[in-house]
């Protein structure tokens, strides 16, 4: 099995600062893009930001240069750093990853629980 777990969602205020980060684990040979998306009452899934193996990022308009993702490959986590956050970035966060089992697997996209962000004052 794999498992993505996140973690650091909590409430904070306008202007505040949180990181989230995401560990997979479970029987893991390889993993490609890693990411996170988000989903606000009412509102459809969207990504928010991925990173690939070789580091290379994207970013949703609403989110570059307030955000930043990283990922650490050896201990297989993907970590967002949010700063100056706004009452739009309220959302579930989910982390999300394509995950090789076995060297002769096809990667195949895993998603965490998810982990709730309010930002409120």
């Known amino acids: 099995q794999v498992q993505l777990v996140e973690s650091g969602g909590g409430l904070v205020q306008p202007g505040g600062s949180l990181r989230l980060s995401c560990v997979a684990s479970g029987n893991i040979f390889s993993i490609d893009t890693m990411g996170w998306y988000r989903q606000a009452p009412g509102k459809q899934r969207e990504l928010v930001a991925q990173?690939?193996?070789?580091?290379?990022?994207v970013y949703a308009r609403s989110v570059k240069g307030r955000f930043t993702i990283s990922r650490d490959n050896a201990k297989k986590t993907v970590t967002l750093q949010m700063n100056s956050l706004q009452f739009e970035d309220t959302a579930t966060y989910y982390c999300?990853?394509?995950?090789?089992?076995?060297?002769?697997?096809?990667?195949?996209?895993?998603w965490g629980q998810g982990t709730q962000v309010t930002v409120s004052s």
């Open positions: 999300n990853g394509d995950i090789s089992r076995t060297t002769w697997a096809k990667y195949k996209n895993y």
């Open positions: 990173v690939t193996r070789d580091n290379s990022t």
